[in-house]
C-alpha cells in the first residue's frame, strides 16, 4: 500500500473519531498528523517497515507507538482491524 493510501486510511481514523465523539482531541489531532507525515514521505512506508519494522516508523515525526503498529498492519496485511471496527460502529447521520 502506498503512502497516499496509508495517510487515507489514518485520516479517516481521525473523521469517524471526531464523528463519533471522541472526547480526546489529542487523539484526533494525531492521527491526523501522523496521516501528514506519512503523505510528505519521500520514500515508501513499507520500504521504511520492512528496513526498520515498527521501531522505524515509531521514530517518524509524529508517529507513536501505537500508529506505528497501525501503520505496520496496514502495509503488511492491506487493512486494519481496528478501522474496521470503527467503521461499523459508525451512525450513518453522523458520517
Known amino acids: 500500500m502506498d503512502n497516499p493510501a496509508v495517510a487515507a486510511l489514518l485520516r479517516e481514523m481521525a473523521e469517524l473519531l471526531q464523528a463519533q465523539g471522541e472526547?480526546?482531541?489529542f487523539r484526533?489531532?494525531?492521527y491526523r498528523r501522523a496521516a501528514d507525515t506519512v503523505a510528505a514521505l519521500h520514500q515508501p512506508v513499507g520500504e521504511i517497515f520492512e528496513r526498520e519494522g515498527v521501531a522505524g516508523l515509531d521514530a517518524l515525526p509524529t508517529v507513536g507507538a501505537g500508529i506505528a503498529?497501525?501503520?505496520a498492519e496496514i502495509?503488511?496485511?492491506g487493512h486494519w482491524?481496528?478501522?474496521?471496527?470503527?467503521r461499523g460502529g459508525a451512525a450513518p447521520?453522523?458520517?
Open 23 to 25: 472526547e480526546n482531541a
Open 93 to 95: 447521520e453522523a458520517l
Open 81 to 86: 482491524t481496528k478501522l474496521e471496527r470503527l
Open 75 to 77: 502495509v503488511q496485511t
Open 28 to 30: 484526533i489531532a494525531a
Open 69 to 71: 503498529a497501525a501503520i
